[in-house]
């Protein structure tokens, strides 16, 4: 079976039903990497350096002599590496892009894989040549990972059917997401996507953030993915950065032009719940978040802050706290979208369970409501 070269939007297709492998080195994978790809590199990180010297300082034919010696040895592994991940028959996807993830059987009556470098290159095209001659139908990526960023680049260009959620902190909206995708809503779940809550607070909890070009290529996947339901797609609102990750700049503009329902929930049942979830956090990681935020914060409201947390007044605390978030976020609503006050609508409720928040925004969303006025 000859091994076939595709372009990135075939080969992107063929990845959600066969395995994908990245045989790039381990630091190059770690970086970033093509979306539930299984790292397979052809050299480590120091042999990439040593190939890599000899190529550019001797000539192409040294550095292939001393790639084949460090190919050699590895090629039963590689082999065996690749028939147990398609021997195990699952294939790690997101699910309705809303940042979890699922597994689904492979299709492994054809041995199918596919493979991929940094430039569709020798390293591809060495691995491939393996994997055919054992018997696997091998595709390649045309221009690697490479071709594969500048296509994540232009999905930030695109227009999307975007609705978004929004509400001052502690309204739950991440759940209200969440719920809405139980009700078979399309979303896309930012904070899943960065591993982050968004505030000074966000980390606690949560995995290790994804550096900035990993979250770029799991947004480029999300967006694809909703995009294929032909539905609306709900977002929930957001500061461009995200932890140690950033909106890329064109995909958060056009959030901010974009409809936004509200809700509107009262101060004390916010407080309530942040302080239900996070109150459970170690207090000295609680105090070294408050006190990250002590410039806009101010020294003496971080002062209390602080002192009630040592305290074991969480209550007071988060008040302080929220009331921050709230004149935060105020802000960012009427200084960072034009005309705001066509853009929002408000939906006020109460004591409700996510599920019925997301039945009343979904109602609003269907009478697509005029905008209440008064932020």
Known sequence: MPVTRLLIEDFIGLSKQYPVFDVRSEGEYQHAH???????????????????????????????????????????????????????????????????????PIEIADKVVLVYCWRGGMRSAGVAWLLDLYGFKVYTLVGGYKSYRNWVLRQFEKEYPFKII????????????????????????????????????????????????????????????????????????????????NIPISIFKYMRTCRVYFLDIPFEERLNYIVKGYGSFDKEKLINATERIKKRLGGLETQNAVSYLME??????????????????????????????????????????????????????????????GF
Not at 336 to 358: G, V, W, Y
């Open 34 to 104: 093509f979306p539930n790809a299984y790292s397979l590199p052809l050299f480590n990180n120091e042999e990439r350096k040593v190939v890599g010297t000899a190529y550019k300082q001797e000539s192409k034919q040294k550095a292939i002599k001393l790639g084949l010696e460090y190919f050699g040895p590895k090629m039963v592994k590689m082999v065996e590496e690749v028939e147990r991940v398609v021997g195990g028959g699952q294939l790690t996807v997101d699910s309705k892009s809303n940042g979890k993830k699922e597994t689904k």
């Open 166 to 245: 929004g509400g001052y902190t502690g309204s739950g909206k991440t759940e209200v997401l969440h719920a809405l995708a139980q009700q078979g809503e399309t979303v896309i779940d930012l904070e899943g996507l960065a591993c982050h809550k968004g505030s000074a607070f966000g980390n606690l909890g949560q995995p290790q953030q994804p550096k900035q070009e990993m979250f770029e290529n799991l947004l480029a996947n999300a967006l694809t993915n909703a995009s294929e339901t032909n539905k609306t797609i709900w977002l929930e609102d957001e500061s461009q950065r995200i932890g140690e990750v």
């Open 312 to 373: 074991d007044d969480f209550q007071s605390a988060f008040g302080i706290l929220l009331h921050y978030y709230d004149r935060l976020y105020a802000k960012s609503m009427n200084n960072m979208r034009e005309n705001p006050e066509m853009l929002f609508e408000k939906i006020p409720i109460s004591e409700a369970q996510h599920t019925e928040k997301a039945n009343r925004i979904m109602i609003a969303a269907k009478k697509e409501t005029i905008v209440l006025k």
